[in-house]
Structures are given as C-alpha cells and as structure tokens.
C-alpha cells in the first residue's frame, strides 16, 4: 500500500456557512434544525441531543444533504475540544439540517480522495491538536479554512485503500448508534409502563380493583407529597481527601437516563450520590429540555459528586429507584417544577417547597415490586449497551490514528465479530 504527503487545501475546500436571522429561532421543535458547534462530540461525530429549531426563510444553498461532512469552526470549550473536528449529516427524511454561520462544509476539490476517508482524518487527534494549537481567541476559540487548509498528512494514494479505512471505522460508528437507538427504545418502554401503571392506573390486575371513594385511588394505594415519598437531596458522607467521580451539568443528557462525561475530582460541596439515585437539573434552561440522570456507573459502595444544580432523588421504602426515575421524567414532575421557578430573579432555580405540593400516587407494595421486577431487566439492558458503547468507542479510537497513520495495513484487518454479528442479523 503506497502512502505519501499531502496537503489539506489541495483536497479539500470548506465552505462557510449562513448568517440565519436569529428572529426566526425558536425553541419548539420543527423539521428545520440549525446546526451549531454544540452538534459535534467531542471526539467529532454528530451530536443529536442539542438541536435548534428555525422557522424563517430558507436560501436553498444552505441545506445540507445526508453524508455531507461538516466541521466545527468555534468552540466554546477552554480547551477547545470539539474545534476542528468533523461530523457527518445523519439520514433523516423528518429533517431539514440547515448550514448554518460557524460550521464548515468541507467538499472534495480531488476526487482521487474518498469523503469518508476525510472524515475520519479530520476526526484523528493529530489533526484536531494542529487546528486547535493555531486557533485564534482567548474565550471563544476560533478557526478558518486557510488554518485547516495548512494541515499536511500523509494518506494511501489508493482510493480504494481510503475508502477500507473508512469503512471499518464507521461500522464502529454504525454499531454505537445502532445501539443508541436501543437504549431510546428501553427508556420508551420504561416511560410508557410507569404512565400506564401510575398516571392511567392500568396496572396488573387493575379493573377488578376497588376505588377508595375518599382518595380516588385503588384501595390500598396513598397519595403522598413528594418530600415525604421520596429522599429529596439526602445527606451522604463522602471523604474529600481522594479523587471520586465527578458529573458536571454537561455530563447529563437531554431526554435519557445516561451519564456521559464523568471526571474525577476531589468532592466539594455539590451532590453527592450512590448508584440508583436521580439526577435531574435544578436550573432553567436544563429542566426545561430534560437533563435527567440515572446514576449506575459506580463501584459497590462508591459515592460520587455533581454539580451543585442538581436535585437528587432516591428511594425510599414507600417507592423504588425505577418508580423515581420515570416520575422525574413525568411531564407533571417537570410543569411543576418550573412553575415553582416563577418571580424568581437572576438564573431561575427550582423552588423546594413545591415537593410539599406534588402528589405522587403510590400503589401498594406488591404492585410496586412488579413494578421494579418489569423493570429492572430493562434499567439492566441499558447498562450493557452503554457499557458495550464504551468498549467499541475505545476500540475506534485505538484503531484511528494507526489506520490513518498506515502503523496498520487496513487488508490485513476483519471486522470485529461483534460487528459481523449484527450485520448478518441486519
């Protein structure tokens, strides 16, 4: 296989984006969806739990097509993690993904080059460390197409040889999506069960129950308020002389139970939690779009640390873990909570007192313990996707730079079974 040099601005041309009017933003979703560099991970990759929304005119120019490949051309970040690298437009007939100001288009102006090859040499950390190190700003970092231009790399003269490369490290990306789209289906069935049971009281065996006349609930059901069902930001003891793990506010997802991003730091006086416990964000805009968190990333024992702007639930033996976390999910946990945000000055937080006037339903013990038996396999399923996620992610990113670098001839390498696997069940 016979690789050479090249210089990036002799393959490549990147494109800037469009200045959308920012009068026709709006937060109530649309198929239009404004790309910002909030929809890169960091690592590249096309991030889907950030979207805006836009309602203006469109210039036919700026619409994205599935498969382009764009980059991030401002970060944010202190250490400008996500500046540089590329995403590619996912496949979504529901969506318009529009070009906006601040992303790239990057379009082959050689066609001896394979798109996907591009893609993922400008997902490799060498190339993202020479954009990031030549970035302009001191808060706000900032790139261009003549800095990315001068990138130089060193890639097979094969197209062929290019477009293998690319196609072994997207079947990880396939599968790690693949999997994504799973854990969203258990949390729907997770969701859809405690509305069914809790809030329509379809539960097992529910049309022979009896109905208390004085509460409205099957008998032997209580309506309880939340502070006294569930344990609201309970008191745990964690040593501050060593590191333990750390969930910041960005490390928790919008619409799902998973915790991405954990660090390590040394515990100071934000939550504190244990495995089974609820995350949910305190403040405006966070509760608003959903960040909750399912806490079941810890050691026998463990305790970690967060963000003072979360709110931590756990359970009691009136309601379990699975009951908290889909009720903090609950379109009534959420209206309520940012009611009780109202008047309020400055960044708006969440007012304790409204667990004293939320009304949870608790059914009876041997309901509840159906309840978690139902769910426990499913909270069980989502942890091994996640964990399964963490393995390829890791194994993409050792096979990465070694692809791009040649250290690895790409015809000597099969596909990981696991991958075989799932492509024959495809």
């Known amino acids: 296989m016979k690789w050479r040099e090249f210089k990036l601005g002799n393959i490549v041309s990147i494109k800037h984006g469009y200045a959308f009017k920012g009068a026709f933003f709006v937060d109530t979703p649309t198929k239009n969806i404004l790309l910002t560099p909030g929809n890169f991970n960091i690592g590249g990759g096309f991030k889907k739990d950030k979207l805006k929304y836009y309602l203006g005119e469109i210039p036919q120019d700026y619409i994205l ?58 997902r490799s950390v060498h190339y993202q460390q020479f954009v990031a190190g030549s970035a302009t700003g001191a808060t706000v970092k900032h790139t261009s ?51 069914e049971w809790f809030v329509r009281m379809k539960f097992p065996g529910y049309e022979p129950a009896v109905i208390d006349p004085e509460t409205c609930l099957p008998e032997g059901w209580v309506r309880k308020t939340l502070n006294k069902g569930v344990n609201v930001n309970p008191t745990t003891k964690v040593s501050k002389k060593d590191l333990a793990p750390f969930v910041p506010m960005g490390a928790l997802s919008v619409n799902s139970m998973v915790i991405f991003g954990v660090e390590e730091r040394k515990p100071s006086g934000g939550a504190k939690f244990i495995n089974g416990d609820t995350l949910v964000a305190r403040i405006t805009p966070c509760l608003e779009n959903g960040k909750t968190g399912y806490v079941d990333f810890l050691s026998d024992g463990q305790i970690a640390t967060g963000s003072t702007e979360f709110i931590v639930l756990r359970e009691t033996e009136l309601v379990n873990r699975f009951y908290i ?76 730079p070694r692809l791009m670098t040649g250290m690895i001839d790409v015809n000597t390498l099969d596909l990981p079974k696991q991958i075989e696997r799932e492509k024959e069940v495809a």
Request: charged letters at 30%.
């Open 325 to 400: 976390y889909c009720m903090s999910r609950s379109e009534y946990f959420r209206e309520l909570s940012i009611r009780s945000m109202a008047g309020s000055d400055g960044r708006q937080r969440v007012n304790p007192k409204i667990y004293g006037k939320m009304l949870l339903s608790i059914p009876t013990k041997d309901i509840m313990d159906s309840f978690e038996k139902r769910m426990k396999p499913v909270f069980n399923s989502i942890k091994t996707l996640v964990q399964e996620n963490q393995c390829l992610k890791e194994a993409r990113d050792i096979l990465l």
């Open 65 to 122: 097509s599935e498969g382009d490949v764009i980059v991030t051309m401002t970060d944010l970040s202190k250490k400008a993690d996500t500046l540089g690298f590329s995403a590619r437009i996912p496949k979504d007939n529901s969506k318009t993904f529009l070009h906006n100001q601040r992303i790239g288009l990057v379009q082959l102006i050689d066609d001896s080059f394979d798109i996907g090859f591009m893609h993922w040499l400008m």
């Open 145 to 195: 197409p003549s800095k990315i231009y001068a990138f130089k790399f060193k890639a097979p003269t094969d197209k062929n040889e290019q477009q293998k490369i690319a196609h072994i490290l997207s079947a990880y990306d396939d599968l790690i999506e693949n999997n994504l789209k799973r854990i969203k289906l258990l949390e729907e069935i997770a969701q859809i069960t405690y509305e």
